[in-house]
């Protein structure tokens, strides 16, 4: 079975600058795809950025990129230059890569940007 | 058309009510799922369809029936609801829950049950 786990219940940081989101993850399973979604007061979870098990290189989506370390088994999610409307929960989460598989999320971390 | 659409987008009911939920896609993905999200906890699946056949119940109580009329379209149908129900209900859908295409969410139901 797979299991997601975030550390941070909360995380604070001041506009512009950077944070890392921790994301660590367990699986037998080879094959494997890893998520991370925000999730804004409103409800939606907007996707962000995608990892695939394979993939030789970090995942990078504007301002979000992901710190993958598969032999620590880790996908944190780094934001640049952050912005106020960064404020929102952020979810880390799993699936498989065979057949339709469910998406397994962690806790989630909630960021507060300050000005 | 990239988005999943939920209606209503809150809904009040009693315990002794019948209500829908629907959840639609024209993105042509191959799978839905319903998860139900509790206030402060991560989301938690209840049902997928795959190929508009019910492929994983998560041993949701049967005061939860899910239906798939189509490959465009899932509802969720409440009955006999508890207040302990009243949640986030997202839908969500995915081409082949692969990849970065991934899976895609419609914005949710929030429901209250009183």
């Known amino acids: 079975a797979q299991k997601i786990t975030q550390t941070q219940p909360g995380m604070f940081v001041q506009e512009k600058e950077a944070v890392t989101l921790d994301c660590t993850y367990d699986?037998?399973?080879?094959?494997?795809?890893l998520f991370w979604y925000k999730q804004p007061s409103s409800g939606e979870m907007i996707f962000l950025i995608y990892?695939?098990?394979?993939?030789?290189q970090n995942a990078t989506e504007g301002r979000y990129s992901l710190n993958f370390q598969k032999a620590r088994k880790s996908a944190n999610l780094v934001i640049s230059a952050s912005q106020l409307g960064d404020s929102a929960m952020y979810f880390c989460a799993m699936s498989l890569n065979t057949g339709f598989q469910k998406l397994v999320f962690g806790t989630g971390t909630r960021l507060l940007v300050s000005p | 058309d990239t988005e999943v659409t939920q209606t209503p987008k809150h809904l009040v009911m009693g315990m002794t009510n019948k209500k829908s939920l629907k959840c639609e896609q024209h993105m042509g993905h191959r799978a839905m799922y319903w998860y139900k999200q509790k206030a402060k906890k991560p989301p938690e699946l209840m049902f997928v369809y795959s190929y508009e056949k019910l492929s994983i119940n998560e041993s949701v109580p049967s005061r939860f029936s899910p239906e798939c009329p189509n490959s465009s379209l899932l509802n969720l149908h409440l009955h006999a609801l508890q207040p302990e129900d009243s949640a986030l209900y997202l839908c969500a859908s995915s081409q082949d829950g692969q990849g970065a295409g991934g899976y895609t969410f419609g914005s949710g139901t929030r429901l209250t049950v009183v």
């Open positions: 990892q695939g098990s394979y993939d030789q």
């Open positions: 699986t037998s399973d080879p094959s494997y795809g």
